[in-house]
């Protein structure tokens, strides 16, 4: 049986000696509730940043209040904006963010209801995943924070080019 993906993560950043930095919208800190499950975690994460409203992206992960307005917070811009605040705010070597539409409502024409961005900074560079998750609003916070794991550990992997 294979290990939980946070396991798998952690012992894989430990190894490394690595630092993780979170910044979350739509899963309101679900990514890091998971990482901290696991005992030492503190060994390789330093902390998350919630930052739900457009005020607090800009005040807390440093998100140009341009970049929002051109793109909306649920964009490849802003995730990637989001995760190179958090790395800096927490020097850590990597940093996951997380900004979508969990619902029921707020989805659009071009970003319906299960919208998600992921975006991923690192030292060797920036990557962003979007995904449309159809389940309910839980169920879409649950996914994407399972995809952020996912995300971090494909990097690790050396999955990602």
């Known amino acids: 049986m294979q290990k939980?993906?946070?396991i798998q993560l952690g012992e894989t950043?430990?190894?490394r000696g690595l630092k993780l930095a979170t910044a979350e919208s739509c899963?309101?800190?679900l990514i890091a509730d998971r990482i901290t499950d696991v005992p030492g975690s503190s060994d390789y994460f330093l902390g998350g940043i919630v930052a739900y409203a457009y005020e607090a992206k800009v005040a807390l992960l440093d998100v140009s209040w341009d970049t929002l307005r051109a793109h909306g917070a649920v964009s490849r811009e802003v995730v990637l904006e989001m995760a190179r605040g958090a790395r800096k705010a927490l020097s850590a070597d990597l940093a996951v963010s997380v900004s979508g539409i969990a619902g029921p409502g707020g989805g659009l024409p071009d970003k319906p209801v299960g919208t998600t961005w992921l975006g991923l900074v690192t030292?060797?560079?920036e990557w962003a995943r979007q995904f449309v998750w159809d389940s309910d609003r839980r169920g879409n916070k649950e996914l994407s924070a399972e995809a952020?794991?996912?995300f971090v550990l494909d990097y690790l992997d050396g999955k990602l080019k």
């Open 123 to 125: 030292p060797d560079g």
């Open 148 to 150: 952020a794991l996912q």
């Open 4 to 6: 939980p993906i946070e």
């Open 13 to 15: 950043l430990r190894t």
């Open 27 to 29: 899963t309101g800190g």
